[in-house]
């Protein structure tokens, strides 16, 4: 599968973003989902994780109550709706796809990689 990620930007404190990522091919469903970012100097970081079927959803205690992923597998596509946004959530947002289904944080546990978008949030 390969994944293309989009809707990054440039947005002040406080303010929303709502990056996604499109899925070529026809098996997105049976892909558990992920969003990680990564800041400069640092390492690449979970942010969430979506079941094949939306139902689950997992998320790393910095973005818990801000940040909602979702899924369309109509559309295959998967969205990160980022909410109240600090200036530490200033990364390259990646989307991944995953065979196994686990709801994983670890890098290692995702097969496939879009390319990545930027989200600078501005003090």
């Known amino acids: 599968v390969q994944l293309q990620a989009c809707g990054g930007g440039l947005v002040q404190a406080g303010g929303s973003l709502r990056p996604s990522c499109a899925a070529s091919?026809?098996?997105?469903?049976?892909?558990?989902m992920g969003w990680f970012r990564q800041a400069p100097g640092k390492e690449r970081e979970f942010v969430a994780a979506?079941?094949?079927?939306?139902?689950?959803?997992y998320y790393s205690d910095s973005v818990k109550g801000r940040f909602t992923i979702s899924r369309d597998n109509a559309k295959n596509t998967v969205t990160l709706q980022m909410n109240s946004l600090k200036p530490e959530d200033t990364a390259v947002y990646y989307c991944?796809?995953?065979?196994?289904?686990?709801?994983?944080?670890?890098?290692?546990?995702?097969?496939?990689w879009g390319q990545g978008t930027l989200v600078t949030v501005s003090s």
């Open positions: 991944a796809a995953s065979k196994s289904a686990n709801l994983a944080r670890g890098t290692t546990w995702y097969d496939y």
């Open positions: 979506i079941s094949w079927s939306g139902g689950s959803t």
């Open positions: 091919g026809r098996t997105f469903s049976r892909y558990v």
